[in-house]
């Protein structure tokens, strides 16, 4: 047991400092953030101009309407702008909750992974990484990537990125962690 906690607190914390690095100091995914000075006007339309928070794509069409007129439109659109926006009404901004909820998820995914590794019935050091990088993927693959499929993201790259490298460390630091007395 105590291998476990320590093994997912220390896990967490790997996966959680690459994921401030890679927002923050590496900058990996400025491309979904980008800045444009017209920031405030583009705010004040949205806000006048649409009544809910919500996500929205446009060019769209309301609900109910026929697959005949989807695809007049759709085909109407094509090599024209679009946009995929999430709105919000106000700025919510608690970082300490924030980060303590992507801990605490840390923690959850590599205990998580630290029992499928405790069913295999031979693990070791290249188990433990190969194990925790096709977690990575697999998250990778399953989320971001088949996101990026329908409604490209100008990060995807720095997601991918992000899988292979946080869940590789994460991967070298169970590997030897679980392990180490093993030889």
Known sequence: MKKTIIGSIVGAVILFMWQFLSWTTLDLHRPMQDYTPKQ???????????????????PGVPKGTSFEEMEKLTAESVGKPWVSLQYHQALEYNMGLSMARAFLVDVLLVWMLIWILGKFAENDFTTSLFASLIIGIFVYLNSNYTLHIWYPMFDIRAYLIDAVVAWGLTGIWLGWWLNRKKA
């Open 40 to 58: 405030d006007s583009i705010l004040a339309f949205l806000s006048a101009n649409l009544e809910k928070e919500g996500g929205y794509y446009m």
